[in-house]
């Protein structure tokens, strides 16, 4: 598969990521009843301790796909043609999916940690598609 096409899957990818932790937010709401889903921001602290963390990571997934949609592009259009950037990009959707995981079950290093090997995964995109454009 060619470098290219990894960022791009690598963005679609997390775009879907955005909503996993939602399915489980969306599934508390049915158990709460029809007037969580009628006013789902009033009814949030009705919400069980994981669906709250849920919501959490899932609003956290909006906040780093911004920076990592705008990095894969940038390594896309720049024509970054490197392993590093490869695995930066594939390594950014896994730790992202293990964020959710973490945070949903409250496990607040491994989150954080996750967090950070995923922002460095951004990072490592902009390097390299910057590098590459003063080439």
Excluded: C
Aim: proline fraction near 4%; avoid cysteine; aromatic fraction near 14%.
């Amino acid at each position: 598969m060619p470098v290219s096409s990894v960022f791009l899957y690598s963005i679609a990818a997390a775009a879907v990521l955005i909503y996993l932790p939602f399915l489980l937010v969306a599934y508390a709401r049915v158990q709460i009843g029809y007037e969580a889903l009628a006013t789902p921001r009033a009814k949030f602290d009705q919400l069980p301790p994981y669906a709250q963390r849920a919501t959490w990571a899932h609003q956290n997934s909006f906040e780093a796909f911004m920076l990592f949609a705008t990095a894969a592009l940038m390594a896309y259009v720049t024509g970054v043609n490197s392993q590093i950037a490869v695995v930066a990009a594939i390594a950014f959707v896994v730790v992202r999916l293990l964020y959710s995981i973490f945070y949903i079950l409250n496990i607040p290093l491994l989150r954080s940690l996750m967090f950070a090997i995923g922002s460095l995964g951004s990072a490592t995109l902009i390097i390299s598609s910057v590098i590459q454009a003063t080439r």
